[in-house]
């Protein structure tokens, strides 16, 4: 099987189907691994420091239910049926309005980002549905999140994808802002689209949340957010957004207060 080092097999090697996942540079070699013997994988929280980690399990404790009973979801998106299980006690536990937003900008508008055969990398992926609906319309897709996430991540992944994709989607750990030079180096990975929806809202890693997409977000890379502004800090975000990068509106609901900016490397 033909692959590059990133497990995205080469023009050659179209037809591979399983992929490796790529969590470390160490393990970006490609594999024959079926995904869905991944989902009982145990988490990889210890690839996150405690400090960052009790950070993020910090954030806004009243808005946690109180009892939490995963449900089921169901979208259609790309043609097809997408179910999204919801799981754990977290942010990343639904399936955010942004992702919606973001889910139909894409379905709509082929002609303006034509995922087909592209890399796409999804940060704060939570339930899957964006990096999902990427992979269904033929995008070799990486979702990444906190570790906690992950296993219902690559559940959502896996039961939607298989055999319905050109690619099966990677599943990775991504803590904003820590250690990406050593597990996402800028000379190895690159990609074609960065997909975010929803990852700005109140919590405590907004510098983080900027210097990942700035690391990702090079020369030949469009950055994609879906945003639903809610706090005054949002504001301030979208400030710091627009002064980072080339930024463009793609597309606005305004009665939801959510708008898509498309972003590139500025120099
Ligand atoms: C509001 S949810 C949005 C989830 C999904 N994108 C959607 O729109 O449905 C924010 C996501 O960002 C993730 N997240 C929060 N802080 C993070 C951090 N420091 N590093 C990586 N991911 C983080 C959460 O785990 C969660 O999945």
Redesign the pocket.
């Known amino acids: 099987m033909d692959c590059n080092y990133l497990g995205k097999p080469t023009a050659e090697g179209m037809e591979c189907r399983n992929l490796c996942l790529v969590t470390r540079i160490e393990d970006a070699r490609c594999e024959e691994e079926d995904i869905n013997e991944q989902e009982e994988e145990e988490d990889q929280s210890e690839d996150v420091p405690v400090a960052?980690w009790e950070k993020?399990k910090g954030l806004a404790p009243e808005k946690k239910p109180k009892a939490w009973e995963p449900s089921n979801e169901t979208f259609s998106f790309a043609g097809q049926e997408i179910s999204i299980k919801e799981s754990v006690d977290?942010?990343?536990a639904?399936?955010?309005p942004?992702?919606l937003a973001l889910c139909k900008y894409l379905e709509n508008n082929p002609e303006q980002i034509d995922l087909r055969d592209k890399a796409v990398l999804e940060?704060?992926?939570?339930?899957g549905?964006?990096s999902i609906v990427a992979c269904l319309l033929g995008a070799w897709v990486t979702a990444t999140?906190?570790p906690d996430?992950l296993a219902n991540l690559r559940f959502n992944l896996s039961r939607n994808t298989r055999g319905r994709c050109r690619y099966t989607p990677q599943v990775a750990t991504?803590?904003?802002g820590l250690n990406l030079q050593r597990t996402f180096p800028s000379s190895i990975f690159h990609y074609d689209y960065v997909l975010?929806?929803?990852?700005v809202?109140h919590?405590d890693?907004l510098d983080?949340?900027l210097v990942t997409m700035e690391h990702f977000c090079r020369p030949g890379t469009t950055l994609i957010w879906s945003n639903k502004v809610r706090f005054e800090t949002d504001h301030r975000f979208i400030e710091r957004f627009k002064n980072a990068f080339d930024t463009t509106v793609l597309a606005e609901i305004p009665q939801e207060q959510i708008r898509i900016y498309k972003a590139t490397f500025k120099k």
């Open positions: 960052v993020f977290s942010f990343g639904l399936t955010w942004g992702a940060i704060g992926a939570g339930t549905l964006v999140d906190l996430i991504l803590a904003w975010a929806a929803d990852v809202y919590h890693c983080e949340l």
